[in-house]
């Protein structure tokens, strides 16, 4: 399930800013085969909880199922959010400037870098690894500032559709940066799965 978000959540900004629309379906039919598996694990998930189980297993449950929506919630978002700005960017003709090109990359390479620190943190229990994907919000924040400052920039610049240009870029930086939430709210999960490793958890976190 996580490996199919993580394909989803690489390939949205280039085929958002570049691709043409079958790019953008390809993602959407990731996000269905996400949302069958998400519901096959809570189903698996919800007939575990019917077990008698120690409060220390309920605690691990309880943080297999917030992770298990929290990895959901990501590819909702990408394919909610960032698949229809994607259409409307062909819809419109935008074409976004090299600057803001590169502004949203790299802002897109770094909450990619939190998803993969939050997955390898769940997978290893490494309370270490999870303190990092934390750790990232202040340059992240800051990415999301100087992006939405570098936006503020370009709605003056004499350009043709650029009011319709700057609020669809401005949707596409709070999507990353909604998306980079939901990671870090999975990464803070590995704290009660530390000392036991659920026997399923590595198929929730780790399937393709």
Known sequence: ????????????????????????????????????????????????????????????????????NNIEAIGDIIETNMVQIGFQRIDQSITPSDATREVLTDLHISVVAAYDTAMDALTAGDLMLADTVS??????????RAAGAHQAERLIADEPQRVEAYR??????????RIYYFTKRTAREVLPLRKKQVKDHAAIVGGE
């Not at 959407?28 to 998930?45: C, G, I, N, T, Y």
């Not at 401005?170 to 940066?177: E, G, Q, T, V």
């Open 1 to 68: 399930m996580a490996g199919r978000v993580r394909r989803m959540l690489v390939g949205v900004l280039p085929a958002v800013l570049n691709g043409p629309g079958t790019a953008l379906l390809r993602i959407r039919d990731l996000d269905d085969e996400v949302d069958a598996l998400h519901s096959q694990v809570v189903k698996f998930l919800g007939q575990v909880s019917q077990r008698t189980l120690s409060d220390k297993n309920t605690a691990e449950l309880v943080s297999l199922i917030e992770a298990t």
């Open 135 to 144: 750790e990232m919000k202040e340059d992240i924040t800051a990415q999301v």
């Open 168 to 177: 669809l870029e401005m949707d596409l930086i709070n999507s990353l940066n």
